[in-house]
C-alpha cells in the first residue's frame, strides 16, 4: 500500500515551506525530521510533558498531538526561533540568565 501525500505550506521560523508529508504527519515529527529543528522535544508519549511545545500563529501548543496539516497556512515558532528574534533585540538567549528562581532567590 501507498501511502497518501498532502502538501502543506506553513512558516517555521520566518521561514516558508512547500513539502510534501504523509497526511498522519505530527507537526513535532515535521520539525525534527524533515525541517532538522532539533530544540523541541519530544518528552513523553501522553501530550502531558510540554516539552514539544511550540508557537502557533502566537499560541502555545504541543506539537506531538498536533497534525502538520492543521498548521497549513499558520506561522510557526520554535524554540530555534525565540533565540533567532531574541538575538535580533540585541539579547543573547544564553547571558540573560533565569528572569525567576523556583526557590524565590
Ligand atoms: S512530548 Fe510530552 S506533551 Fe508533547
Not at 501511502?3 to 513535532?28: C, E, H, K, M, Q
Not at 518528552?43 to 497534525?67: F, H
Given at each position: 500500500?501507498?501511502?497518501?501525500?498532502?502538501?502543506?505550506?506553513?512558516?517555521?521560523?520566518?521561514?516558508?515551506?512547500?513539502?510534501?508529508?504523509?497526511?498522519?504527519?505530527?507537526?513535532?515529527?515535521?520539525?525534527?525530521?524533515?525541517?532538522?529543528?532539533t530544540g523541541?522535544?519530544?518528552g513523553?508519549?501522553?501530550?502531558?510533558?510540554?516539552?514539544?511545545?511550540v508557537?502557533?500563529?502566537?499560541?502555545?501548543?504541543?506539537?506531538?498531538?498536533?497534525?502538520?496539516?492543521?498548521c497549513?497556512?499558520?506561522?510557526?515558532?520554535?524554540?530555534?526561533?525565540?533565540?533567532?528574534?531574541?538575538?535580533?533585540?540585541?539579547?543573547?538567549?544564553?547571558?540573560?540568565?533565569?528572569?525567576?528562581?523556583?526557590?524565590?532567590?
Amino acid at each position: 500500500m501507498i501511502a497518501a501525500i498532502d502538501a502543506v505550506a506553513i512558516a517555521v521560523n520566518g521561514r516558508s515551506f512547500a513539502l510534501d508529508v504523509p497526511p498522519n504527519t505530527l507537526l513535532i515529527d515535521f520539525l525534527r525530521e524533515q525541517l532538522q529543528l532539533t530544540g523541541t522535544h519530544q518528552g513523553c508519549d501522553t501530550a502531558q510533558c510540554g516539552a514539544c511545545t511550540v508557537l502557533v500563529d502566537g499560541l502555545a501548543i504541543k506539537s506531538c498531538n498536533r497534525l502538520v496539516l492543521q498548521c497549513a497556512g499558520q506561522k510557526v515558532t520554535t524554540i530555534e526561533g525565540l533565540a533567532i528574534l531574541r538575538s535580533q533585540a540585541g539579547d543573547s538567549p544564553l547571558s540573560a540568565g533565569p528572569q525567576t528562581s523556583v526557590l524565590g532567590r
